[in-house]
């Protein structure tokens, strides 16, 4: 039976003078191969290393790497794995090379760095290995993936931005659309739907229980180089507003991806 474990915890939130976007880091062990799903930012790029050696593993030892969609915060730390292939939707794959210039998610450089990479493109229904296969979960992005898990937990579904953290399974909207509204909120109900356990992009592995949130893990994470009663200093409940939710320009940005896959043929 194959295991899940999160390598990175993802956490969500923000400041009013910039993102700062933790994902999600996790392996699938159990199997013929072993998977990492997302290789987060470059800040970090200093933990993966120890949190592999923690569990007597090395860079070498994973088999090749899943990328749920190819946003900055999700993709820098691809060539720490130079020797495994990268698993991308097609349609992620080819926007990367031309993103669009509302899409500050997807910088220029991702195409060019990508474009290093050993890129095999998927879709709905690749077997990973037995027991592991990509789901489709477009909206957030023009080609979202997930990763669906059989384990002894039941199907789990590793879901990238697709459901960024839990409260996005209660409220099934997606608090930053890239691409279509329609499918990214078809996207969160089929996760919701289909899974035992979801391991989201920026949050803690949860269960919904008779319509409430369950955790599997504890919320814990250090701030450092800032005192509670710094001058100036301030805790909001809720993020500053970021100008959009759906990225304007977004019909644009699909006729663009339109005319390269014609392009492609």
């Not at 899409?103 to 474009?115: H, I, K, V």
């Not at 990763?147 to 608090?175: K, M, R």
């Not at 599997?216 to 909001?236: N, Y």
Request: glycine share 10%; charged share 20%; aromatic share 8%.
């Amino acid at each position: 039976m194959l295991r899940i474990d999160v390598l990175l915890e993802g956490y969500a939130f923000q400041t009013d003078v910039g993102i700062i976007g933790f994902c999600s880091v996790i392996l699938i062990e159990g199997g013929p191969r072993r998977v990492l799903v997302d290789t987060a930012h470059v800040g970090r790029r200093i933990f993966i290393g120890p949190a592999l050696e923690r569990r007597g593993l090395t860079p070498a030892d994973i088999d090749c790497v899943v990328m749920t969609h190819a946003h900055w915060d999700h993709i820098q730390n691809w060539d720490l794995f130079p020797h495994a292939p990268l698993l991308m939707h097609r349609h992620e794959w080819l926007y990367s090379q031309h993103p669009h210039p509302n899409d500050w998610a997807t910088p220029l450089w991702t195409g060019d760095s990508l474009r290093q990479a050993r890129v095999v493109e998927v879709e709905e229904g690749y077997e990973v290995m037995p027991g592991c296969r990509i789901i489709e979960l477009i909206g957030h992005s023009p080609g979202s993936i997930g990763v669906e898990v059989e384990t002894e937990q039941g199907l789990c579904i590793i879901t990238g931005d697709a459901l960024h953290f839990a409260s996005v399974a209660l409220s099934g909207e997606n608090p930053l659309v890239f691409w279509d509204d329609r499918l990214a909120r078809q996207s969160i109900q089929r996760v919701v739907q289909r899974a035992d356990v979801i391991y989201p992009g920026h949050d803690q592995p949860f269960r919904l229980v008779n319509g409430r949130i369950e955790y599997l893990h504890p919320f814990d994470i250090t701030l450092t180089g800032l005192a509670a009663d710094r001058p100036g200093l301030k805790f909001l409940p809720e993020p500053p507003p970021r100008g959009w939710r759906v990225m304007p320009g977004i019909e644009e940005q699909r006729a663009r991806l339109e005319g390269l896959l014609r392009q492609r043929g």
